[in-house]
């Protein structure tokens, strides 16, 4: 348990429109979910879908998918006890490529170890031009745009926090993907309807 100290002095008081409550206001509020509420009224959406697409791309930097000078993971790197391509041999993935190995898809246990696997797939790049259904953003979160194959394993996903009625999209993948799904987030309810439109 932490023991608040009043201070001496007077304490700088973060700005009225601070998403971070204090101590003090936290446990001013009755009710958690008051305190839920209170955080989430001060979070731009838009900010928060930046910093999402940020944290993927640094993740993705991590795991040598993507390049980018930019990005400065800092002390949040791998380490040097071992290399990633041991962790891909020993779990049989290829971050990379985005592929599993044969065994790892059957669940069998690590380590894998398979030297000899040969990652060869023609990887196919698609361009699609989506109509996104029209919708009224008021109670909207975000809007889910996904691609997924005939087996559901997701090949795209773009979450938009306005609204635009046309996305032009690329993917590349070694899988075809088989439909597109649009699948709204409310601020209310959670996920709502989706539809689902599949690609000729």
Known sequence: MTCLKTASTPQKQPPANTAVCS?????ALDNP???IVKLRANINKKLWYNFDSL???RVRCLLKQIEDP???LGKYILGNVRMLEE???YAGINFKKCLLHPDTILQKNPPINDISYKWNFDI???TFTLNIPKIDMTEIMFLGIFVEDNHGTNLFRQDLTEYIDILNISIQTHLKPYKWVFWPYSKTVGWSDKIEVFIM
């Not at 101590?23 to 446990?27: N, Q």
């Open 87 to 89: 962790y891909e041999l």
């Open 55 to 57: 944290c993927k791309d």
């Open 33 to 35: 979910l008051k305190l």
């Open 70 to 72: 930019n990005i400065n």
């Open 23 to 27: 101590v003090a206001e936290a446990l």
């Open 124 to 126: 196919i790049y698609y």
